[in-house]
């Protein structure tokens, strides 16, 4: 029996031990392939890691070079056009109105180059009329803005003086020229200006007075009162009639 029993167990061990080797066989290779993708895998992932901080550093210099980018659109759209102002401010404070922005646009840099254009073309109305007004144009006013106009508000106020002035000269010269020597200016202007009519004043009155007392001499010399004199101090052509007349009295009373 024991001879059978060992003889049954070699023959189990021989028929066993083929599919033996060939499972081991394929575990061999089966965890020889594994341990390949294992050393695959790592080297893929060390070469990942290596390369890691370079492809940083390529996010990062690109995220820059966009960011520069966008900085730079941006201070064109910005410093463009406050400089163009810049510029024509300087030349508006030197007198040269002749600079136009020509930034136009939505945003707000848009309204304040609006708002300047709209500030040159103010200045440039004022200055027209202020020229007119040199030029003896009285007739072109500045149209002002709002009640807080005080520019265009005392131009046209400058201009009606001088209107007024022109008007009492005119009246004077009139006046003088039909005979009427009492007539004197009856606007009251402020200050140069009413200098100049209260000059006119007192020059019709230098004229009214020597002729009137030449006037009144040659009544009472037609009364024959012989006797009468011009008695003022007179001057220029006007010292000349009175000695003229003084002389023509005294040939009479001789």
Request: hydrophobic share 45%; charged share 25%; net charge negative.
């Amino acid at each position: 029996e024991r001879g059978e029993a060992a003889q049954a167990d070699r023959g189990f061990t021989e028929r066993l031990s083929p599919l033996y080797a060939a499972q081991h066989a394929a575990i061999e290779a089966l965890m020889s392939t594994a341990q390949g993708h294992a050393r695959a895998d790592l080297a893929a992932m060390s070469q990942l890691s290596d390369s890691r901080p370079r492809i940083m550093m390529l996010a990062f210099a690109g995220l820059l070079a966009a960011l520069c980018g966008a900085l730079w659109l941006l201070a064109r759209a910005i410093i463009g056009p406050l400089t163009d102002m810049r510029d024509a401010a300087r030349r508006i404070a030197e007198g040269d109105l002749s600079h136009e922005v020509s930034h136009r646009g939505d945003d707000e840099i848009g309204e304040m180059a609006e708002a300047f254009r709209a500030s040159v073309q103010y200045i440039h109305d004022v200055a027209g009329a202020a020229d007119a007004l040199a030029r003896g144009d009285l007739t072109r006013t500045a149209a002002p803005r709002s009640d807080d106009d005080a520019l265009s508000r005392n131009v046209n106020a400058a201009s009606q003086s001088v209107r007024a002035l022109v008007a009492e000269c005119a009246r004077l010269v009139e006046a003088l020229r039909h005979g009427r020597l009492d007539v004197r200016a009856g606007a009251q202007l402020p200050g140069s200006f009413g200098e100049v009519t209260a000059g006119l004043d007192g020059m019709m009155e230098a004229v009214a007075t020597p002729v009137r007392e030449s006037e009144a001499v040659l009544g009472r010399l037609a009364r024959r009162d012989l006797t009468a004199r011009i008695t003022g101090r007179y001057q220029g052509e006007f010292g000349s009639l009175a000695t003229s007349v003084n002389t023509a009295a005294g040939t009479l009373q001789e």
